[in-house]
């Protein structure tokens, strides 16, 4: 923990639980997030197969790069990997 949160009470510093509102965001006005999604979900679905085939190989390739990465540097703590997911998510609900 950094020297300036050692006394400030705080269990996890990163966990700041903020109690006023957030200051009001200006909105461009062009598109909202709902009719974005709409837009890219009808442009998909009108796709060619050529398209969605070319973007599917992009996507596998990244996971591929992100399963390497994570390999490469595994979790110190085993109760925290990837494989336990499972059985973490199991306990908890009992």
């Given at each position: 923990v950094?020297a300036?949160?050692?006394?400030?009470?705080?269990a996890n510093p990163l966990v700041?639980?903020?109690?006023?509102?957030?200051k009001?965001?200006?909105v461009?006005?062009?598109?909202?997030f709902?009719?974005l999604?709409?837009i890219v979900?009808d442009r998909?679905?009108?796709?060619?197969?050529?398209?969605?085939?070319?973007?599917?190989?992009?996507?596998?390739?990244?996971?591929?790069r992100f399963k390497?990465?994570t390999?490469?540097h595994?979790?110190?703590?085993p109760?925290?990997?990837n494989?336990n997911v499972?059985?973490?998510?199991k306990?908890?609900e009992?």
């Amino acid at each position: 923990v950094p020297a300036r949160y050692r006394n400030a009470g705080i269990a996890n510093p990163l966990v700041v639980i903020k109690q006023g509102r957030r200051k009001h965001r200006k909105v461009h006005g062009k598109i909202g997030f709902i009719q974005l999604c709409q837009i890219v979900a009808d442009r998909w679905k009108k796709s060619d197969s050529a398209t969605k085939s070319y973007f599917k190989s992009l996507a596998t390739a990244d996971y591929v790069r992100f399963k390497k990465e994570t390999d490469e540097h595994p979790c110190a703590d085993p109760a925290l990997s990837n494989a336990n997911v499972g059985d973490r998510i199991k306990t908890e609900e009992i």
